[in-house]
């Protein structure tokens, strides 16, 4: 298998650091893979992942004692008595002349020579070579380090542990070629700063664990309009978010589960790894072994105020992919580019208002259809968007149809006896128009609290791609205000909010009596808050299927592969940002 080296060429004074021998077996596997990794800093957890950490357990723990290559040579000459024999594992190795490093699973050696053993989780396959390409490539800079080191090393071992196989590898000119070509190559490529092109139908995406990040299939769908895109086979369960919102209450940490405290009394337990996320409303406290266990997981923490208000989250370190941050801000800057995304996510979101008013149109009974004047306005502003010169005129045209749109929402709800409120100000689910800060009904309540969820999901997930949520195209920098979370949900306010609000109320989740007048507005009581929550979780769980790709994918999972969209667009991989219209 040859490895060809992308332009342009590496500069005779590159900077670029040590190369793992990992990265370069993953370069030979996919330079796309290699890039996303190493350059750009993504990285995901897949089952053969898991598996291989688990298999190389024991082997990580270091133990065994390395001579100095002099006192492995004089074996050989007769200077030493007795043959000098290698044990030793987890050893690390680098050199500025090949410009790579690598972790030595398992050295063993008798006399003079040495050898290295790579574990690997799987099964040994059985080709001609007995080990595939990146495999031995990999092997090799082990030899070719222990060389620089003043070691004789002219084969290793590769050691299937399902199979619980050895193979030996001869590091010969051919693949001592190969291995110095792909050096070379992923030198090239991470100096050069391009990532390279999605692998076409290859059998190898869907096993990759990066394929739900790289999207090769969806890439080439969109720039060449050819291919089958295949659904996203990432093999994980998806992790949810805990919400806590109980007064006093303590999230402590013991050993791989966080346990609710509530005045000196447990309340309940969750696993870690079946957190996506942890929601503190309220004057809930975080214990710092909890808190320093879910930053290293990359687990973000999101704050709340009692009555829900999205304060911020606490992260980890952050995302490492600084090109992406970078492209943002670029196009951040450029107005042609922030009116061509706003103008695609205006235009998306009002098609979605439209979509969600026709399927839902109630008014009380009186038509089964949403009148066609109303669906003609808003096929009226979805073309006024399309021809925007300027983000003040489609604030404008964003503003009309959001004005028509709460015009008739109160069309799309469910009314009878039961929404006549019977004591705490006789609150019902009229609905006339849309207000806030404080909301004054408990249906703009309910909106507001669902708009407010929905934008700490879409900054928690812009986070984690590695963008700044803070610096958006359509909604202006402002102080504390998350700019891009707030660009990207406008698709998702009717789908994913507005949808909530209505499935609540027309299905009896919420009552007329779950609200208070507080602070001149109206809030939902804490068990109401709660059960609408879980209303809200449940939505984006919900399936659906993808309008351009064709595959089915949860509102959540939607989320990341709309935001690596944008990355991809941003970054000059598409022509433009695909936004998302349901049928």
């Known amino acids: 298998m040859s490895v060809q080296a992308p332009e342009p060429a590496a500069s005779a004074e590159s900077e670029t650091p040590l190369i793992p021998a990992r990265m370069v077996n993953e370069y030979v596997y996919c330079p796309r893979l290699a890039y996303l990794e190493w350059v750009q800093g993504e990285w995901a957890e897949s089952v053969d992942t898991v598996e291989g950490r688990f298999n190389h357990r024991r082997v990580n723990r270091k133990g065994g004692a390395l001579p100095e290559p002099g006192a492995i040579s004089g074996a050989i000459s ?44 799987g099964k040994r396959p059985h080709v001609e070579k007995g080990a595939y390409d990146p495999e031995r490539v990999q092997l090799c800079i ?16 590769i050691y299937y542990v399902a199979s619980r196989e050895r193979v030996n590898i001869d590091f010969d000119a051919e693949l001592r070629a190969m291995t110095n070509s792909a050096l070379e190559g992923i030198r090239r490529m991470a100096d050069g700063g391009g990532i390279p092109e ?51 209450a303590s999230i402590r940490k013991n050993g791989d589960t966080l346990e609710v405290w509530v005045d000196d009394a ?44 999205f304060m911020g989250h606490t992260t980890g370190l952050g995302h490492k992919n600084v090109e992406l941050r970078a492209a943002q801000y670029r196009a951040s800057f450029n107005d042609a580019a922030c009116l061509q995304i706003a103008c695609g996510l205006i235009q998306a979101k009002i098609r979605n208002c439209r979509t ?34 300027g983000i003040p005129e489609l604030m404008g045209v964003e503003g009309q149809a959001a004005a028509r749109y709460f015009g008739i929402f109160g069309g799309l709800l469910k009314r009878d006896d039961n929404n006549a409120g019977n004591g705490n100000g006789g609150f019902s689910f009229d609905f006339n128009e849309r207000n806030r800060r404080p909301p004054k009904d408990p249906v703009n309540a309910l909106l507001s609290f669902a708009y407010t969820l929905l934008a700490r999901s879409w900054h928690v997930t812009l986070s984690a791609v590695g963008f700044d949520p803070y610096r958006g195209f359509y909604h202006q920098p402002r102080y504390g205000r998350p700019a891009l979370a707030l660009d990207m949900m406008e698709p998702f306010r009717p789908l994913v909010a507005d949808s909530s609000v209505l499935t609540a109320i027309n299905n009896g989740e919420v009552e007329p009596d ?24 449940r939505r984006l769980d919900q399936e659906i299927t993808h309008p351009i790709f064709g595959y089915k994918v949860s509102y959540r999972r939607l989320f990341e592969v709309q935001a690596r969209l944008l990355g991809r667009f941003l970054m000059g991989e598409i022509n433009d940002y695909p936004n998302f219209v349901t049928r």
């Open 78 to 121: 007769g200077d030493v008595t007795g043959e000098t024999r290698i044990h030793a594992r987890s050893i690390t190795l680098s050199s500025d002349a090949l410009g790579a490093i690598a972790v030595i699973d398992l050295l063993e050696g008798e006399g003079g020579c040495v050898s290295p053993v790579d574990y690997k989780h």
């Open 142 to 157: 082990q030899g070719l380090l222990l060389e620089e080191h003043g070691y004789q090393c002219g084969s290793g071992v």
């Open 198 to 248: 999605p692998l076409e139908d290859s059998p190898r995406c869907p096993h990759c664990s990066l394929v739900g990040i790289c999207l090769p299939d969806e890439l080439n769908f969109i720039r060449f309009d050819k291919g089958e895109v295949r659904p996203l086979a990432v093999s994980r369960d998806e992790s949810l978010p805990l919400y806590v919102q109980a007064a006093r």
């Open 266 to 309: 447990k309340e309940t337990t969750a696993r870690i790894n079946d957190i996506s996320q942890l929601a503190i409303m309220g004057n809930a406290s975080v214990t710092a072994p909890a808190l320093h266990e879910l930053m290293r997981r990359g687990i973000p923490v999101s704050w709340h105020s009692l009555g829900g208000w």
């Open 356 to 389: 969600l008013a026709r399927r839902n149109w109630r008014d009380n009974g009186r038509d089964e259809t949403c009148p066609d004047e109303t669906l003609a306005e808003f096929r009226h502003g979805i073309d006024e968007a399309g021809r925007a010169k």
């Open 514 to 537: 779950d609200f208070v007048s507080a602070a001149g507005g109206v809030a939902l009581k804490d068990t109401a808050r709660k059960r609408f929550i879980a209303t809200f979780e």
